[in-house]
């Protein structure tokens, strides 16, 4: 275990694991199989990538998702781990060229859609290579029961019996209930897993709903003022908008950009290169908040959004835990809002579920007719339980959530709209912690330098430096590398990379100060 808490320092410069993640790496790391459900902002991640570091041979990553690929890939190389995608947005040539250098071993992990794997040439380059791990992100997606069913998973089983050595398999997701667990268990042929859950319960999120007279407009003026009163307070920081149609997020992105806010919608009838630098400009902070449908899911990894708001009611509350799951992962105080009105209900009911009975092109997804309709049943009673989470007004909300997923919480949490009597809206113009002026000046150096550097490196300022390690920095004031390896999330790449510069700006900062 040594080995592992030396990975997790010096690639990603911290000296402590996150719970559940030491049990999952362990097991892995002795060849068994694995089912997590971990919810987002736990750290699913790193769960794979630091056995992919220490084992022999290479890790595979299945991934749903093109830009999460591109994300994770961007951010690996620049700690020093090799590693590399591939899909659809790169040229036959390209692949090949990613195939024959994965072939002599130049990478530990390879990202890969689940599409891709029984195509000819990836596994004519799978059964030859030494494949130590297949991880299965998003996994809840091979369960018709879960809330992004995508039949291409239950291809994965069948890649993973024409590989001469079966390797390890480890499933990942954020939400799950048994149904799904169990599902994903049998589907994917896990053998004897190690099974872990860890807490759905996520302190530093504020949970609050807000129920609305619809005014028979695809942007009702009560609604849209909250939001836009609410983004234009916090113009300063990222977050999202859920809405329930491509019009909404259109409309809302509008408005919000003419009352001065950075927005820009996103949703599935997008071309793929516009969502991909939609994805990107909010990744990397050009843009500030996003419009989104539930296309804007899975792989979001910015861990910095500080609000979560749903225009509408989303249709289970998977779907509502994983989308407000999205705020806070940094672990600082965010907010998940949601705004309800009752033709939201309606909407999901006949144009999004019922609708599914008389669908055609969802008729080649395999299923019988009496699975379709079991299927279809299934969604009405989750869209149900949904409406009463959003129509509640005297049992806590964090307490519904969690105990949705099994898990027991006191009766009341502080920190929802239930248990404090109505919406608790933070300040957005709120110092960093109380600085003083003379650590507010020194943090706001650091965090520019933090943006030069993702620019220099092409990574995510977050990547470099997250709010929290610049905060640390700012308290501390290191003067060396001894003193900088003690700060959470610079580890020995971090340090040989750009230590040095995150060193000039205090040592500079703090003589400039002395001399005055």
């Not at 390890?168 to 042929?189: C, G, M, P, R």
């Not at 290169?273 to 990397?284: G, K, L, V, W, Y």
């Amino acid at each position: 275990m040594t080995q592992i808490n030396e990975i997790l320092k010096n690639y990603y410069g911290y000296d402590s694991f996150r719970p559940g993640q030491k049990e999952i790496i362990y097991n892995i790391m002795r060849g068994r199989d694995v089912c997590a459900i971990m919810p987002t902002g736990a750290g699913k991640s790193l769960c794979y990538q630091i056995p992919a570091i220490a084992m022999k041979g290479i890790t595979l990553v299945i991934s749903p998702l093109i830009s999460l690929m591109q994300d994770q890939v961007r951010i690996l190389k620049s700690v020093g781990v090799p590693a590399a995608y591939i899909n659809s947005s790169l040229t036959p040539r390209q692949t090949e060229l990613a195939l024959s250098r994965a072939m002599m071993g130049m990478y530990k992990l390879i990202y890969v859609a689940p599409e891709r794997l029984l195509t000819k040439n990836f596994l004519s380059f799978a059964v030859n290579a030494d494949i130590s791990l297949v991880a299965v992100d998003e996994s809840h997606c091979i369960s018709m029961w879960g809330q992004e069913f995508r039949p291409s998973y239950r291809k994965i089983s069948d890649f993973t019996h024409q590989l001469k050595k079966r390797p390890v398999v480890a499933a990942f997701t954020a939400t799950a209930d048994s149904t799904v667990k169990n599902d994903i268990i049998n589907k994917l042929e896990l053998v004897s897993p190690y099974c872990l859950t860890t807490s759905f319960d996520r302190p530093n999120l504020y949970f609050g709903t807000l129920s609305f007279d619809s005014g028979g407009t695809s942007l009702d003026d009560s609604r849209i003022k909250y939001i836009t009163d609410y983004v234009c307070e916090h113009k300063d920081e990222s977050g999202i908008v859920y809405c329930l149609t491509k019009k909404d997020t259109e409309l809302a992105a509008q408005i919000l950009r003419d009352n001065g806010c950075r927005a820009r919608a996103y949703h599935a009838g997008m071309p793929s290169e516009e969502r991909r630098i939609i994805q990107e400009d909010f990744t990397f902070g050009r843009t500030k908040v996003i419009a989104a449908t539930s296309a804007f899911g899975m792989g979001i990894d910015k861990p910095d959004v500080r609000y979560v708001l749903h225009y509408g009611m989303p249709a289970r509350i998977e779907d509502y835990y994983q989308q407000a799951g999205r705020a806070g992962r940094d672990g600082e105080p965010s907010e998940c809002i949601l705004l309800y009105s009752y033709r939201d209900y309606y909407i999901i009911k006949e144009y999004f579920i019922l609708r599914e009975r008389g669908d055609d092109e969802k008729k080649q997804d395999g299923l019988t007719d009496e699975e379709r309709e079991e299927y279809i049943c299934a969604q009405l009673e989750a869209l149900d339980k949904m409406k009463n989470y959003a129509v509640s007004k005297r049992v806590c909300l964090r307490r519904q959530l969690v105990e949705y997923f099994g898990e027991k919480i006191g009766s009341t949490c502080k920190n929802c709209s239930v248990c404090l009597g109505d919406i608790n809206r933070r300040s957005g113009n709120q110092e960093k912690l109380k600085l003083s002026e003379y650590d507010e000046e020194l943090y706001i150096r650091l965090k520019a330098k933090a943006k030069v550097l993702s620019i220099r490196y092409g990574i995510p300022v977050f990547a470099v430096a997250d709010d929290k390690t610049i905060m640390e920095l700012v308290r501390e004031k290191p003067q060396n590398e001894t003193q900088l390896r003690r700060i959470n999330g610079f580890g020995t790449v971090k340090i040989r990379q750009y230590g040095s510069d995150f060193l000039d700006v205090i040592r500079d900062y703090t003589k400039t100060k002395q001399n005055k």
